[in-house]
């Protein structure tokens, strides 16, 4: 009788052992559905997080220096952008990572309180809200590393200044009307093209000196090189955030600089319905602070004198 109990509970164990271990396959079933479930979950409430949109509000009282400053407004004057070009600051409410970047400026562009304030000139040369439904926003990152003025020491060395600072004119008959500067800045196969390196040429630092060589419509040229320099550190200077490390005292920029236009269902809508490359807005994001200041400027015929009131 124990034989027959014996040989039946070897076949059982061969059978089950054919078969393999029920209890440990249920575990690593369960083990398995559970690491399912908890990527389901993940990707759930990454996607909840995603499908959130960014919101944002209007920062009335936020001061540029660069607006307030008497010998700013008559640059702007005399390069024909006085009244055309302004800066606005806004908050907004999560966090911003480079890789959202498309979403942050299109939930801005939607957003109640950016459609109601944001700042855009009319075609008659008048300030108004942007008040229209945005459809598709153009998003460019601006590289935005520099923490000093050196980018422009190759403008000393190389036949487009004088030691005094003053531009060198262009005396050949084909840049009559031109300045070794503006030279410099424009013409692709001039022999003084290449002294900033195209990697320097796309730094926001030396974007905004460029539009401010350029100016509007009635710009008149320095004669010298330092107010564009100093306008550009002045703007640059409200428009960024830094941070210095405590271990090294090293400074670094820790805005991301955004160049953007946007669209409605009539076609480009900002900032104007005209595409012309002094006609630009940058958002400058500060990603502590959860801040973003809009740069802006509409080529145009600026004003003929400083109003006596702040215009911005």
Not at 145 to 153: E, G, I, Y
Request: glycine share 4%.
């Amino acid at each position: 009788m124990s034989a027959v109990l014996r040989r039946s509970a070897e076949s059982h164990r061969s059978h089950w052992r054919s078969r393999g271990r029920p209890a440990q396959t249920c575990g690593t079933r369960r083990a398995g559905v559970a690491q399912v479930a908890a990527v389901c979950v993940n990707m759930a409430a990454e996607q909840r997080r995603r499908q959130r949109s960014f919101s944002f509000g209007l920062l009335a009282n936020k001061k540029f220096a660069f607006q307030q400053d008497a010998r700013t407004s008559e640059l702007f004057l005399k390069w024909s952008m006085l009244g055309r070009i302004t800066a606005q600051a806004f908050n907004f409410d999560q966090q911003f990572n480079l890789y959202r970047k498309q979403e942050f400026v299109l939930d801005f562009f939607k957003d109640p309180c950016v459609v109601s304030n944001l700042k855009v000139l009319g075609a008659r040369g008048l300030w108004k809200s942007l008040d229209t439904e945005v459809l598709k926003a153009n998003v460019e990152v601006v590289p935005c590393t520099r923490v000093s003025m050196d980018v422009f020491d190759p403008l000393y060395s190389h036949g487009i200044l004088r030691p005094t600072g003053h531009i060198l004119k262009c005396f050949d008959d084909f840049y009559a009307d031109f300045d070794e500067l503006r030279k410099m800045l424009l013409i692709e196969d001039s022999e003084k093209y290449e002294i900033i390196s195209p990697e320097d040429r796309q730094e926001f630092l030396f974007q905004l000196f460029k539009h401010f060589c350029l100016g509007g419509e009635l710009c008149q040229y320095e004669d010298v090189i330092e107010p564009y320099i100093e306008t550009a550190r002045s703007v640059y200077k409200d428009m960024v955030s830094v941070q210095k490390d405590p271990a090294t005292d090293k400074i670094s920029i820790i805005s991301t600089v955004l160049k953007v236009s946007a669209y409605d269902n009539s076609g480009l809508c900002y900032p104007s319905n005209k595409d012309k490359e002094q006609t630009f807005a940058y958002l400058a994001v500060d990603p502590l602070k959860r801040h973003v200041y809009v740069l802006y400027h509409c080529f145009g015929v600026g004003l003929f004198s400083v109003p006596q009131k702040d215009i911005h």
